[in-house]
T-cell receptor, first 116, second 114 residues
């Protein structure tokens, strides 16, 4: 079975500081990995995805993530936090083994707070 | 292009009642997936429909059901509501079910069961 673990349910950074949100996955088959962001009272928006091409993936709003198979990790980073980055972030995994590519298995989420 | 729309946005029901939620996917998208989001269990996959057929199903009781129409619009139904069914129900659409397609999420329907 596949699973995702997000370390840290809450992360707080200063505006302009590095953002690092951690995600570790478990999968017996090559995974496809995603990061989504959810703003209050909204649905999920895709930030970036890894689908077995380049291991360093760049997404929207200056976010990027690196797939590290040896560490089973897919951490999300942004060099400089902005107040507008405050939201909840979800890491998700899927693969054909889950019964279809559209069956996403989500982590518990990390709430990012950005303070001045 | 218009995004994924879900109706209604908010709903209050009583235990034992049933409810139907609606999702209209992005034009041209044939796959619709449903997720339940709760503070305790997080985001959990309910089911996926593609071309009017259920392709995948999560681990939810049979009280949760869905369907998809020929125009790709989807509905999900929850019968005999329980307090624990209170959640944000999200639907997501994608172009097809083959390959790791990008899924576009709607704003969700907030269901409160009293």
């Amino acid at each position: 079975a596949q699973s995702v673990t997000q370390l840290g349910s809450h992360v707080s950074v200063s505006e302009g500081a590095l953002v690092l949100l951690r995600c570790n996955y478990s999968s017996s088959v090559p995974p496809y990995l995603f990061w989504y962001v959810q703003y209050p009272n909204q649905g999920l928006q895709l930030l970036l995805k890894y689908t077995s091409a380049a291991t360093l993936v760049k997404g929207i709003n200056g976010f990027e993530a690196e797939f590290k198979k040896s560490e089973t990790s897919f951490h999300l980073t942004k060099p400089s936090a902005h107040m507008s980055d405050a939201a909840e972030y979800f890491c998700a995994v899927t693969s054909p083994g889950t019964g279809g590519y559209n069956k996403l298995i989500f982590g518990a989420g990390t709430r990012l707070a950005v303070h001045p | 292009k218009a995004g994924v729309t879900q109706t209604p946005r908010y709903l209050i029901k009583t235990r034992g009642q049933q409810v139907t939620l609606s999702c209209s996917p992005i034009s041209g998208h044939r796959s619709v997936s449903w997720y339940q989001q709760t503070p305790g269990q997080g985001l959990q996959f309910l089911f996926e429909y593609f071309s009017e057929t259920q392709r995948n199903k999560g681990n939810f009781p049979g009280r949760f059901s869905g369907r998809q129409f020929s125009n790709s619009r989807s509905e999900m139904n929850v019968s005999t509501l329980e307090l624990g069914d209170s959640a944000l129900y999200l639907c997501a659409s994608s172009y097809s079910s083959g390959g790791p397609n990008e899924q576009y999420f709607g704003p969700g329907t907030r269901l409160t069961v009293t």
